[in-house]
């Protein structure tokens, strides 16, 4: 279930050790694992405190990869003071300005939201990937889409021919196996809810990056998919055709083929572990999402590409259990 979003007892202690034993402790957000954030409010400054509570969570990959995109130009938060043995870190607070509320507001200014987005994203992969990250490769994305035939069709009383599933992302997930292009960090959960919008210098905005305590070693194309393919708000399809070009004409790579396959297995992944934060974890608002990810994954199969997993769908999962099913009220 859900963790409340109630401080955890040795909180106050904790920020009193470093400064801030006077501060508010208020709610901010809880997100898809065990981690809660808090904002804390002493008078006229303000941070974030991060719960991620020990043996679930672990915050130092959290403080290494922060670490790495700051040596790298990028902004991530900077860390103010840990207690690594209970999960607490206190970090720099971005504010409330997330890029999905501001380009929904605007959206006559949608491209060049994204093109900031993407001119990050070549930014990043022009520097050496980061030391000691798990490699994001063909075995770990046939493992992930799995999730679809272990979650998702058991949830719907689908029978599927589960290793025929695997056969055919295998068949057309090789070819960006071995594509040769240059390896990245991967910062995997990259979307328009973790990128804030953060005031810098005359009042010039930049990007404040969250949530990237899971990054990896993996392809280029898979940050770029997950942004412009984002599970919680419609990127307009022309804007997304426009970021792929202006990602390939600045990196000189030929990204296409990766992009839609990874996409694809980005968006299966999704459908699986939306089921499952449902079912297993109490989490059913989860469920609202699924009509947008059938939406983008029905979009990806069609690129000729995919054709083999394409196949595999029409013969496993009747259209009634893709996004019209999750239009219907829970039972």
């Given amino acids: 279930m859900a963790a409340p979003m109630i401080p955890p007892a040795h909180a106050p202690d904790f920020l009193a050790a470093h400064g ?17 954030y ?3 409010v ?3 400054r303000q941070a974030v405190l991060m719960d991620a509570p020990p043996p679930h969570e672990d915050p130092r990959p959290f403080i290494a990869v922060a670490e790495y995109l700051c040596d790298t130009g990028l902004n991530a938060p900077t860390i103010l003071a840990r207690d690594l043995e209970r999960g607490l870190l206190l970090i720099e607070d971005f ?5 999905r509320e501001t380009v929904d507001a605007q959206l006559h200014r949608e491209a060049d939201y994204y093109a900031g987005v993407t001119d990050l994203l070549v930014h990043l992969h022009a520097r050496p990937a980061m030391d000691g990250l798990p490699v994001h490769g063909i075995e770990q994305w046939l ?4 999730l679809f035939t272990d979650w998702y069709c058991p949830a719907l009383d689908i029978a599927v021919d589960r290793d025929a599933f695997r056969a055919a992302w295998e068949a057309a997930l090789l070819p960006v196996e071995t594509d040769g292009l240059p390896r990245v960090t991967v910062l995997r959960d990259f979307h328009a809810e973790n990128i804030m919008l953060v005031a810098g210098k005359q009042g010039v905005e930049h990007y404040g990056l969250l949530d990237f305590q899971d990054a990896l070693v993996g392809h280029p194309a898979y940050d770029l998919a997950s942004v412009l393919e984002d599970a919680r708000r419609d990127v307009t399809p022309a804007i997304e055709t426009a970021m792929l070009a202006r990602y390939q004409a600045a990196t000189g790579q030929d990204i296409e083929r990766a992009y839609w396959a990874l996409a694809a297995q980005r968006n299966t992944r999704i459908l699986g572990v939306f089921v499952r934060l449902w079912k297993r974890d109490g989490k059913p608002g989860y469920r609202q999402f699924q009509p947008r990810m059938w939406g983008l994954l029905e979009r990806d199969l069609a690129h000729p590409a995919l054709a083999p997993v394409r196949r595999w769908f029409d013969e496993n999962v009747p259209h009634a259990k893709r996004a019209d099913m999750w239009m219907e009220p829970e039972a």
């Fill in 20 to 36: 801030w034993g006077d501060a508010q402790i208020l709610p901010l957000a809880g997100d898809a694992s065990f981690r809660r």
């Fill in 143 to 146: 493992d992930e889409v799995m």
């Fill in 42 to 44: 002493d008078k006229d």
């Fill in 95 to 99: 504010g409330d300005v997330r890029l």
């Fill in 38 to 40: 808090f904002r804390v």
